[in-house]
Nanobody
Framework: QLQLVESGGGLVQYGGSLRLSCAAS????????IGWYRQAPGKGRVEISC????????NYADSVKGRFTISRDNAKNTVYLQMNSLKPEDTAVYYC????????????WGQGTQVTVSS
């Protein structure tokens, strides 16, 4: 069964850190870009970061640039999102998605993991 499973979310205080994981099963991540998205309460889902197939190209939304770092370990079939200096406005459900490249659409999505940042 093809799936992506996010983990690592939770409750953290303002200024804290979390590392999210996106683990793939049923297929090899090597051949895909992976995007991280988030959906805050009452808002639409937005892309916040993407990493290319090889990992040599990354991009970030302005809202997280300098605070979040995306990385991948193809040997573990996993992509990570290191989130530092968290703010209450980072509170959202975080999703990862499989993409043909960082300009494409996701064709496989995880179930999401909740991140809550308290002030």
């Amino acid at each position: 069964q093809l799936q992506l499973v996010e983990s690592g979310g939770g409750l953290v205080q303002y200024g804290g850190s979390l590392r999210l994981s996106c683990a793939a099963s049923g297929f090899t991540l090597d051949y895909y870009a992976i995007g991280w998205y988030r959906q805050a309460p009452g808002k639409g889902r937005v892309e916040i970061s993407c990493i290319s197939m090889s990992g040599d190209s990354t991009n970030y939304a302005d809202s997280v640039k300098g605070r979040f770092t995306i990385s991948r370990d193809n040997a573990k079939n996993t992509v990570y999102l290191q989130m530092n200096s968290l703010k209450p406005e980072d509170t959202a459900v975080y999703y990862c998605a499989r993409l043909p490249n960082c300009y494409g659409r996701g064709d496989l999505w995880g179930q999401g993991t909740q991140v809550t940042v308290s002030s």
